[in-house]
Structures are given as C-alpha cells and as structure tokens.
T-cell receptor, first 111, second 112 residues
C-alpha cells in the first residue's frame, strides 16, 4: 500500500536558522498537500502542489515538488517562534479518493 | 459559517462500550473523512466519503463504522471500544477529492 515517509521526525533550531522537512513516497503522486498543526490544535492547510518540479513560495516558506512526483520538501527561511508545530505532507494518488498523511516533522524553535 | 464541527471534544469509555463521534460541516462539501492521530504515527485515515450514500475504507477501518445519509453529517461509530482506540480523532471535509482539507478541532477519546 501507499507509504509516505517524512524526515526528520523532530527538529530543534535556533530562531533565525533555516528548516527543511522532506516527504518521500513509494509511488508516483497525483498531487501533494502540506499542513501545519500547532501544539494542541488541528491541521491547517498550507499549500497544494500538482505539477512535476513545481515550486511555490509563501513569504518565508518554499514548497517544492520533485521532478518524478515522488517527493516534496518544505523549507522555512529564518525561522520564528510562530513556526513551532508539526508539519505534515498529505499525498493523493491517481484513481483513489484517499489522502494519506506522512508521519510529520515536529519543529521546535528556540528563542 | 461554523466550518467542521466535532462532538464531543472529550470522551472516556470503558472497554466494550459503543459510542458515536459526530461530525458536521456547513460548507456543502462532498468529501468527508475521519482520521485518528497517535503520537509518532501522524494522521491515519479510518473511513472517507465522496458524497451522500457513498463511503469507503481508509488505512485503519477495523472497529469503526460510518454512514453518510446527508451531505452535512458523517458520524463515526465505535462498535465495541478497545484500549487501542484511545486516540485523538479528526474529521475533515473538502469541496472535492483533490481540494484542501478543512479539519474539525478534534475529539479526544480514552478507552479504559
């Protein structure tokens, strides 16, 4: 079945440092979504990538979809304490109606 | 709009009891789904629905039942609760099967 791995599982950074999380799939994806979950909260949608090699930016966040559509990354430049939370990728595959989530990367930002 | 509403927020059950987690959305979304979240396991899909009268299994469907009689509601039933079902449950909806998911605030269930 569909397997989605996210690395790293945890990341502690000093405020101002950069952060990257990676999402890897065992199968070719039709699209990928990224979500952020604050401690004690629910996941909130950040962005969706559909095209091979696609790069999208939201202020300090940069999202990339791999050329083979099997992996993706989320990069945060100059982290802030407001970036604290768990970042999840969610993948969809052609012919299914399921969104499978990765295991998440928990980010802690030290002031 | 209230978005996605889940009730109850907290529930404690004894092993063998049954209960229903309620989920309602007021956005006229066709796609609804239930996830459970356990530490270190991320969000795992239990069941989903692509419209009224249509449901299907996700990654971890055993021990759970769903129905979708209306577009708005998608209840999740635990038939005979087990300690392994202790978790945080999230309901999510989307305007389409490829759209962004809107999550409820979650229901924390403890089975003793």
């Amino acid at each position: 079945g569909q397997q989605v791995m996210q690395i790293p599982q945890y990341q502690h950074v000093q405020e101002g440092e950069d952060f990257t999380t990676y999402c890897n799939s065992s199968t070719t994806l039709s699209n990928i979504q990224w979500y952020k979950q604050r401690p004690g909260g629910h996941p909130v949608f950040l962005i969706q990538l559909v095209k091979s090699g696609e790069v999208k930016k939201q202020k300090r966040l940069t999202f990339q979809f791999g050329e083979a559509k099997k992996n993706s990354s989320l990069h945060i430049t100059a982290t802030q304490t407001t970036d604290v939370g768990t970042y999840f990728c969610a993948v969809g595959t052609s012919g299914t109606y399921k969104y499978i989530f990765g295991t998440g990367t928990r980010l802690k930002v030290l002031a | 709009n209230a978005g996605v509403t889940q009730t109850p927020k907290f529930q404690v059950l004894k092993t063998g009891q049954s209960m229903t987690l309620q989920c309602a959305q007021d956005m006229n979304h066709e796609y609804m789904s239930w996830y459970r979240q356990d530490p270190g396991m991320g969000l795992r899909l239990i069941h989903y629905s692509v419209g009224a009268g249509i449901t299907d299994q996700g990654e971890v469907p055993n021990g759970y039942n769903v129905s979708r009689s209306t577009t708005e509601d998608f209840p999740l039933r635990l038939l005979s609760a087990a300690p392994s079902q202790t978790s945080v449950y999230f309901c999510a909806s989307s305007i389409s099967r490829t759209g962004e998911l809107f999550f409820g605030e979650g229901s924390r269930l403890t089975v003793l």
